[in-house]
């Protein structure tokens, strides 16, 4: 029931609904990232093997593949925190957005990998590298910037950095720990390449949903 | 601690940590066989170390959130415990595999080793990054330079290191290089015992890596190869590593790739340890094979059989590992696979090579793989199938490796009209053609490899060959019968990758051998 006075009962009710609130706040974007962390692995194990399966295993393609998917991380860490501090932005819709592209992206991109991989049939070294960049050029760099956006979000009013980023980061590898082993254990078997990435792809937007909704409902930060 | 010491001590968690992974993936795949899990199940457990690392450290700069020499203690003993422990489960877990060898259960050991140095993130975070409004963009630098020590680790080490050196050298520089790192957050903690005791654990940890690499990493291999049939009796005659995985050769001539069973050096009839009949039969099958394809090199021992075949004018041979070719000048059965003129070997992917050369046609192409390793799909699913189909001329027949796979026998008689399975080999092809025992025998009494006759000249009575052939011909499947054996199995495609998540052994066959 909302408050309609200002004595000190009612002052003390709306700490506690705040405190509730942030917990809950919090609860909810750890539990997001999380889950974007399940979503991450499937895309990063399905996409891979999509990749090798067009450029070969051999080890240089192999490097090449997972350097492609490292440059992008790293460059949307450097583009999240460049955002994060740009006024007017706010992380947690940012964060919304951003899973909602990486699942949009999930649904097609088995389709464009093996598009890039029949234009590229002949490439060679740095032409492989330069299509699996490509390929997964845009949902890499949405995934690295999710962890430094979320940051400032939790860094601001706890003041407290590596509690922040180690939670965050441990939540979201959490996800991505057991997205492996479901992976290796049971969905690759069951959905194959294509489900998996589907059933990525439906996290992510179950994902950005929840965290939208959550910033239309809840304004304050 | 200072910016750069932060970014340099991110950079280097990252390298040695993706290092580690790497290291740590050649042994369990190795243990494996290669099991197409054993990358998912790695990451996983490594995934979860990092969690439960980064959770701990997030606890500890909650509870002490000013404390910050503490913080740079906690990094320093993290990182030297990371990188002794990182060093030795590799040894490790090679002997505990020869107790109980389930390579899936030793994964847990990574979970603490990972946890350590997923600590070291967070605090790095903690202690080099200020709680202001341009948090973000420091989070997002001090990420970027830890996503760029784990490609340096993952290309530098996979890529390079492991092309060059032994795993147990590789092992001990990933070890100095993350000690080294725990230097920059040592230096900086404050004079006193507990800086002077730090310092001796990690010359202790140094110690440990430059010492214990020769004695600890000794029958590696063997451990991880033989489990619990190992016995210190019992090495390898010979180990090639490189970047494109470990070959290991017994005194009795059998070859492992990665752990997994690859033949053996025979290219004779008569004691028919490695069942080349299976070769033969395959040849007789066309009336005349003169340019052959073989995918997979393994011990050359086919290579050699069918580059004798009295009518083949040019083989072509794909192999993805260039150490094979080391093997050749130590085996007489094929080291004249070296020099032989008709012999031309091409270091690759063999999916790749077949896309990349679209006009290529061979009157034989053989395929040697396993159905269940990792990436076998690629050479086995329908879609491989039709790749490897438009480079047959007309007439020609695929003759490949199912392995004993009822889906993959299924997948091929499918997608073929006419297929014979000889013992756990198919032969597939779009024309008729048929298994004759009389034509195999009359081109096994032709066969001369290397200018000996297969069936001395003084040997009238082969009684033996004909013994074999009439077994040989109990092995045989028509199409029929295999699409009604197998009836009620889906075929292998690119997309559900076949057998590789659902049938790999936990324990690699013929381990025992």
């Known amino acids: 029931m909302p408050s309609l006075g200002v004595n000190l009962d009612t002052v003390a009710i709306g700490e506690a609904d705040i405190a509730r609130s942030g917990r809950l706040d919090r609860m909810l974007v750890m539990s997001a990232f999380f889950f974007s962390g399940v979503a991450a692995i499937l895309y990063q194990i399905v996409w891979q093997r999509a990749l090798f399966t067009i450029f070969g295993t051999a080890s240089e393609s192999v490097a090449l593949v997972v350097t492609a998917f490292m440059l ?12 994060s501090i740009r006024a007017g932005v706010k992380p947690l819709l940012a964060f919304g957005l951003i899973e909602a592209g990486i699942g949009l992206f999930g649904f097609v991109s088995l389709g464009l990998m093996r598009w890039i991989g029949l234009k590229t049939v002949t490439a060679t070294g740095f032409q492989i590298w330069g ?16 962890l430094p956006l979320l940051s400032a979000y939790f860094v601001r ?8 980023v180690g939670d965050l980061y441990s939540a979201n590898t959490l996800g991505s720990a057991l997205g492996a082993v479901a992976a290796g254990q049971v969905l690759l078997a069951r959905l194959g390449e294509t489900g998996a990435v589907r059933l990525a792809a439906v996290i992510n937007i179950v994902v950005a949903a929840c965290i939208l909704a959550r910033q239309a409902l809840e304004p304050r930060r | 601690m200072r910016r750069s010491a932060s970014l340099l001590v991110a950079f280097l968690a990252g390298f040695v940590a993706l290092s580690y992974e790497i290291l740590w993936f050649r042994v369990f795949a190795f243990a494996s066989g290669g099991a197409a899990p054993t990358f998912a199940l790695l990451l996983g457990a490594y995934l979860l170390g990092l969690a439960w690392g980064s959770r701990l450290a997030a606890r500890i700069c909650a509870r002490m959130p000013e404390q910050v020499a503490r913080h740079r203690a906690f990094l320093v003993d993290y990182l030297l415990l990371a990188n002794v422990l990182g060093f030795l489960l590799i040894p490790a877990v090679a002997r505990l595999m020869t107790i109980f060898p389930y390579w899936n259960v030793w994964l847990c050991l990574v979970i603490p080793v990972t946890a350590l140095l997923g600590a070291v993130y967070p605090l790095v975070n903690h202690l080099g990054v200020p709680a202001d409004a341009r948090v973000g963009r420091h989070v997002g630098h001090l990420y970027f330079v830890n996503i760029l020590g784990s490609t340096v680790g993952s290309v530098g080490t996979g ?17 100095f290089t993350g000690i080294a790192s725990a230097m920059l957050p040592l230096a900086s903690l404050p004079r006193g015992r507990g800086r002077v005791f730090r310092a001796a654990l990690a010359i202790a940890a140094i110690s440990v890596a430059l010492f214990g690499a020769r004695p600890l990493f000794v029958h590696l291999y063997e451990r991880l190869q033989y489990q619990t049939y190992y016995t210190p009796t019992r090495v390898f005659v010979q180990t090639i590593e490189n970047r494109a995985g470990v070959i290991n050769v017994t005194a009795g001539g059998v070859v492992y790739g990665g752990g997994l069973y690859d033949g053996q050096f025979n290219t004779g009839l008569k004691n028919d340890k490695n069942d080349v009949i299976r070769t033969y039969a395959g040849l007789s099958l066309h009336p005349a094979p003169r340019d052959v394809l073989l995918v997979g090199l393994s011990t050359g021992s086919w290579a050699q059989i069918i580059s004798h075949h009295p009518q083949i004018e040019a083989l072509t041979v794909v192999e993805i590992n260039r150490g094979y070719l080391r093997l050749f000048p130590s085996h007489p059965s094929s080291r004249s696979l070296l020099t032989n003129p008709k012999v031309r070997i091409e270091i690759d992917d063999g999916r790749r090579w077949l896309v990349r050369n679209p006009n290529r046609r061979f009157d034989l192409v053989m395929v040697h793989i396993w159905h269940w390793p990792a990436n076998a799909t690629n050479l086995l699913s329908r879609e491989a199938l039709d790749i490897l189909r438009a480079h047959l001329k007309p007439g020609g027949i695929l003759y490949y490796s199912t392995t004993g796979s009822a889906r993959v026998q299924r997948t091929g008689a499918l997608s073929f009209p006419h297929a014979l399975r000889i013992m756990n080999w198919l032969a597939v092809s779009d024309a008729p053609f048929v298994y004759r025992s009389q034509a195999l025998l009359r081109l096994i009494e032709s066969y001369r490899i290397d200018e000996v006759p297969q069936i001395a000249p003084d040997e009238s ?12 011909q109990e ?14 199995l889906d075929i292998v495609t690119d997309d559900n990758m076949g057998t590789e998540w659902t049938e790999y052994p936990l324990w690699p066959p013929l381990a025992a051998n």
Do not use: C
């Open chain 2, 461 to 472: 009575n082969h009684s033996w060959l004909l013994k074999r052939i009439a077994r040989l």
């Open chain 2, 475 to 488: 092995q045989i499947e028509a199409r029929k019968e295999i699409l009604s054996r197998t009836a009620d």
């Open chain 1, 157 to 164: 009013p706890s003041k407290n950095v590596g509690a922040s």
């Open chain 1, 131 to 146: 299509a699996s960049f490509l390929s997964v050029l845009l949902p890499t760099l949405l995934m690295g910037a999710t």
């Open chain 1, 72 to 83: 992008g991380l790293g460059l949307g860490s450097l583009a999240g925190g460049a955002l």
């Open chain 2, 159 to 175: 890529f390079y290191l492991l092309d060059r050196w032994s795993l147990s050298q590789v092992a001990m520089v990933i070890a």
